[in-house]
Structure formats: C-alpha cells, structure tokens
C-alpha cells in the first residue's frame, strides 16, 4: 500500500509545480506521469518494470481516484464481472488447510522485493490490514476486523453444506478482491500470484476453522 501511495503523490507533485513553473496547461499529465514513474525506478532482482504496468481494473480505479469521485455503477459491475471470471476454485476441492501454517503467511510480509528470491515463499501480510487474533497486539484497520470471521457468520463445520456459500465467498475473496468489490484495496492474492493455492487453504483455514484462533 505504501509503494502505490508514493507512486501517486510524487509524479503528481512534479505535475503541479511543471504547471505552475511553465504553464504548460496542454500537457499530456498521464505521459509526464508515467515518464516520471519510469526513471524512478529500476529492475532489480525479481522486482522487474512489469510491476509498474497497470491492467484495465487498476488503469480506471487510479482514474477515479484521481478525478476524486467513484466509479459509474456501470463500469463497477463490468469491472465486478470481470474479475470473478479469474476466481479459480481448489483444484483438490479442498477450501481448508491448517490454521497454524496460514498463521504463519498471515503475519509475514514478505516477498515480491527486490532482496527476495523468485522460489522464496511470499507472506500474506493480513495483518497489516487487519485485526484476527485478540492475543495479537499489531494489526492495521485499513481493512475490517476479522476477529471471530467463521463464527460470526455461523460456520461451525466449515465441510458442511450449510457453510458453502460463504466458505466459496471467502477464496473467491482472498483469490481477487475485485470480484465483489471493483476498486477493491486488497491484494488480489491468488489473481496475481502473491500467494499459491496451498497457501490460500491455509489463511481459509485461519479464517474459518473453529479451532483457528480468530474464532475463539
């Protein structure tokens, strides 16, 4: 989150003062952003220019956030539409790992750096996010809480058909936020391949097994 902020805020500086130093008012603003943005920044290890490449969905978001007002209902739901088309379910049909490894992804930050090497393991980073165990005293609230996600949805065997609903919500979810909500801020982890479909079982395991800490 905090690369894509100052990303934004520094070619939109460079932007203002060009404005008012040379009054070039005519100025293509998304080229001199971009330019701005690609001298910054060079590839290095397994952090390569592609990252700075924007798809459709994050190309109309930035749009909007920029013009400060949300996206048309219209577009939101093509964008929605678009996305759950990505959403790949287990290939083993299995929704749940162990709560204890998906512990583990749900406090590690790593990955997708520079220092990191391409066969290393990514982290899931949820807690800079989000609030899941009491006993955890870090956690972001940019997100939601999650604390009590399983049992406050009723999910008391998560292989019941009962809980298929929400237990298929909660990967299409993790797997690509966009789904359910366009210019979703949440890492599309499994859209991007930030975390792998062995470690999306275990962070569901941590959200939705009645024995995971969250739901305690």
Known sequence: MKKSISFALVPLAVVALSACTTGVGGADYDKMHADVVASSFQPKGIATMEYLKQDETNRLCSAADVAGKPLDEKTAKAIEAAE????????????????????????????????????AANGGNCYNCHQMDKKEISFGNLGPSLYNYGKLRGVTDPNAAASKAIVEYTWGKLWNSRAYNACSQMPRAGHKGILNEKQLQHVMALLLDPASPVNQ
């Open 84 to 119: 759950l088309k990505t959403v790949k379910m287990p290939s083993d049909g299995k929704f749940l790992g162990d709560w204890k490894e998906g512990e583990k992804i749900a406090q590690s930050g790593r990955g997708l750096t520079w220092t990191d090497k391409a066969e």
